[in-house]
């Protein structure tokens, strides 16, 4: 059990639980501000001081193993350039539960090209039935450019899945990812500039960014690390599927966005899919 400085405990699966919590309450306030600035412009606020803050907790260091991997580096920051760009550009056209539901595509994707079994025919079928219930071929008038941003930024999660494994195996920690963020604001820095200017400098857009920024990247990715070390990695890929109800729930609270009935029946759908395939998936050696 973790101790927080209050003296309560906290379990890893808590720890996981507030992760996705501070992820979703920072995409909704993040969809909320749409309305003052663009897409390009949050992200960059977002990512920029994302890679402030984890750049103060890792403080990395240029040395030979960083310059060894800078063309991983340079890709592990264009893939989260291109995926938090596409996922915001994506919640302004649909609902925020229903984005965080197809981006889960991309990481599902991975695990079911790792596997052979008969079973994994399942989690894809029910992952395409979700996806199906939340297209005009079946009644429900969402935005499709929505639909296709939503899924480009999963296979961008993909990607970062799978840089972030092998950026790991060589940079300890967050470096990895403290460096990519760099990355992925100077991508972005040309973007924000050009569609916002000076606009993103008025004060309560910064201190939003900023919060934004603590609450999607900085706050969850310490947790997540600090529930790792007495978690599973096969319960912590079950948890994670809770996202895009966590996603929902917070739209609803926050957006006051309303699904349909079929909308949130494909979103528990394409969750089921994403737990069965954590659930069942082989076992992986120095698991802890």
């Not at 403080?59 to 920051?77: C, E, K, M, T």
């Not at 996922?87 to 599902?108: D, K």
Request: with cysteine; charged share 10%.
């Amino acid at each position: 059990m973790k101790k927080l400085k209050l003296g309560v405990p906290v379990s890893p699966t808590g720890l996981v639980i507030f992760s996705i919590g501070s992820v979703q309450l920072g995409s909704a306030i993040a969809k909320s501000l749409l309305a003052e600035t663009s897409p390009a412009g949050i992200v960059l606020l977002r990512v920029g001081f994302a890679a402030i803050v984890l750049f103060c907790l890792w403080q990395p260091r240029l040395n030979d193993r960083v310059y060894a991997s800078r063309w991983l580096l340079f890709a592990f920051g264009c893939a989260l350039a291109l995926m938090n760009l596409s996922f915001y550009r994506a919640i302004e056209r649909i609902p925020l539960g229903i984005a965080v539901a197809l981006e889960f595509i991309g990481p599902l994707g991975i695990a079911l090209v790792h596997s052979r079994r008969w079973l994994d025919g399942l989690w894809v079928l029910l992952a395409g039935t979700g996806i199906i219930l939340l297209t005009p071929f079946a009644g429900v008038t969402l935005d499709p450019l929505g639909i296709g941003l939503a899924m480009v930024a999963g296979m961008c999660w993909a990607v970062y899945i799978l840089l972030s494994a092998r950026i790991g195996q060589t940079l300890e920690g967050g470096e990895g990812l403290a460096w990519a963020m760099a990355i992925a604001t100077l991508i972005l820095l040309p973007i924000g500039v050009f569609t916002e200017g000076t606009a993103l400098l008025q004060p309560h857009l910064l201190l939003m960014g900023f919060g934004v920024a603590l609450l999607s990247s900085a706050i969850p990715y310490s947790l997540d690390l600090a529930a790792l070390r007495g978690l599973s990695v096969k319960v912590f890929g079950i948890l994670l599927s809770l996202e895009p109800v966590a996603a929902a729930l917070a739209a609803l609270l926050i957006l006051n966005e309303r699904l349909s009935p079929q909308a949130i029946a494909a979103i528990l759908i394409i969750t089921l899919a994403a737990a069965g395939s954590s659930y069942f998936a082989p076992r992986q050696p120095h698991q802890n």
